[in-house]
């Protein structure tokens, strides 16, 4: 077969027109219609040529479908299903309160604690937006292998570190400290910390300390290896920088001491969910 070199102009300047007066009826119909149409699934909107004329979105003309739902719709979906792989995320990582799961899978940028809870003192909300901000930094500075966030019972440290699985794309592990004290829990999991790609190592410090000193031993040298592997890790801890030198010794000091490779936030003393209640509780009285 001979290949054709040349076009016919008669025919192209046919298909052109075509294609306009196929624009031209759909702009006609997204005028006339839009207006009377209340939502996606309205009769009108489900009779629309706008909507359901393929040659909309398989040729791109313009910005495809008119229908004005048409591009809400696919973002509400998108939405939907963003969230569903969040808390799907969460909950295989195995992170152990739902209300946290629920709350975070839906979210697109880290809670902050309201200032409404500190009332005029709002230095004690410096440490509480410290956990935020280092967090939301350490996701986007992969230099940055081991995040070790210390301070008091609630103030938000594992919440912190729940948002970190939520949003990154790393098979992830939530390791209570406290596993290590049960061999019967720690033997099926005891690989996979190892090798998983972000493990979070929760409340570090409180698992048992015995005679043979075999549960901060295993717990120490886990983080020290994943350390020394550069692999993502989380640690969060009630311990300072010398409590946890103290108790798992220099081996883990000389490497906590790695600049960029780990990152140090202090959350502080402030009890984030006692803040919660007092000030709903003064609203309720106020009220």
Not at 42 to 51: G, I, P
Not at 77 to 105: C, F, N, Q, S, Y
Not at 229 to 256: A, F, H, I, Q
């Amino acid at each position: 077969m001979k290949r054709l070199s040349t076009f016919d102009e008669l025919t192209l300047k046919q298909f052109q027109d075509r294609a306009m007066l196929a624009m031209d009826n759909i702009k006609s119909t997204r005028r006339n219609d839009c207006p009377r149409c209340p939502d996606a699934h309205s009769e009108v909107a489900m009779k629309c040529s706008s909507r359901l004329d393929p040659d909309t979105e398989t040729h791109g003309f313009l910005d495809g479908p008119m229908c004005r739902h048409v591009e809400a719709e696919a973002h509400r979906a998108a939405e939907e299903e963003l969230t569903k792989r969040r808390a799907e995320r969460m909950k295989h990582a195995g992170v152990p309160d739902p209300e946290v799961i629920k709350t975070l899978a839906a979210l697109r940028v880290m809670p902050q604690p309201p200032r409404a809870w500190f009332g005029p003192d709002q230095s004690r909300r410096d440490a509480a937006m410290l956990v935020v901000e280092g967090a939301e930094a350490w996701l986007g500075y992969p230099d940055c292998r081991c995040l070790v966030i210390t301070g008091d019972v609630g103030t938000g440290k594992s919440t912190a570190a729940a948002w970190i699985v939520a949003s990154t794309q790393d098979n992830a592990l939530w390791l209570p400290a406290r596993v290590v004290d049960d061999l019967e829990r720690w033997k099926p999991v005891s690989e996979l910390a190892y090798r998983v790609g972000l493990l979070v190592i929760d409340d570090l410090g409180t698992e048992r300390e015995s005679d043979s000193g075999w549960s901060v031993d295993t717990i120490g040298g886990l983080l020290v290896d994943r350390l020394d592997s550069g692999k993502r890790t989380v640690v969060t801890t009630n311990l300072n920088g010398l409590g946890l030198v103290k108790r798992y010794g220099d081996r883990l000091r000389s490497r906590l001491s790695r600049r960029p490779q780990v990152g140090l936030i202090e959350a502080g003393t402030t009890d984030l969910r006692r803040m919660k209640r007092e000030y709903q509780q003064r609203i309720g009285e106020a009220k």
